[in-house]
C-alpha cells in the first residue's frame, strides 16, 4: 500500500472519529472491513458504519457538506442500515453505512451484524460501548 493512501485514510479517520464526537445524535462509529483488520490496498474502499438515534436527518446533500467524504455517488437499502456512497479526487470510495443503535444490539445479534464484526472492525466513537458489547458478542 503507498504511503500516500494509508496517510489520507488516517486522516480521514481522525476527521471521522470528531465529526462523530461533535454530534449529539451519535451512538457510536467505527471502521470495517479490510482497513480495520489490517488488508486494506490501495483500491480498498473505507467502510464506516455510524450509528445514530434519528439516523433521518443523513441524506446525500447534508452528508455531501461534509467535504471529507468527497463526492456523493450512491445510495443503497441494507436492511438495518442505509448505505451512502462517496468518492474523494484521489479515487477513494468511502461507504458509509447509517443506522439507528439497533444495529449493535446483542440480544439476539442480527446475522448481517455478526458478519461485519467478524469480519474486522475498529471503533472510532463508542461513548455509549456499543460497538465494544457488539464486538464481545460476536467474539469466539
Known amino acids: 500500500m503507498s504511503i500516500d493512501r494509508h496517510q489520507e485514510v ?3 479517520l481522525d476527521w471521522a472519529g470528531r465529526w462523530a464526537g461533535g454530534r449529539g445524535d451519535v451512538a457510536g462509529l467505527l ?9 486494506a490496498r490501495d483500491d480498498s474502499d473505507v467502510d464506516l458504519v ?3 438515534d434519528d439516523p433521518s ?5 447534508s452528508l ?10 450512491t445510495t443503497r437499502d441494507w436492511g438495518p442500515v ?12 468511502i461507504e458509509l453505512c447509517v443506522g439507528t443503535p439497533d444495529w449493535a444490539s446483542t440480544s439476539p445479534v442480527d446475522a448481517g451484524t455478526r458478519r ?3 469480519d474486522g472492525v475498529r471503533p472510532l466513537y463508542d ?7 457488539i464486538v464481545d458478542a460476536c467474539a469466539g
Do not use: H, K, M, N
Request: hydrophobic share 50%; aromatic share 10%.
Open 50 to 52: 455510524l450509528l445514530s
Open 31 to 39: 471502521l470495517a472491513g479490510s482497513w480495520a483488520r489490517g488488508a
Open 116 to 118: 461485519v464484526v467478524r
Open 10 to 12: 488516517v486522516a480521514l
Open 57 to 61: 436527518v443523513y441524506d446525500a446533500a
Open 64 to 73: 455531501e457538506e461534509q467535504s471529507a467524504l468527497g463526492a456523493f455517488v
Open 127 to 133: 461513548p455509549r460501548g456499543l460497538i465494544a458489547g
Open 82 to 93: 442505509t448505505e451512502w456512497r462517496f468518492v474523494r479526487e484521489s479515487g477513494l470510495e
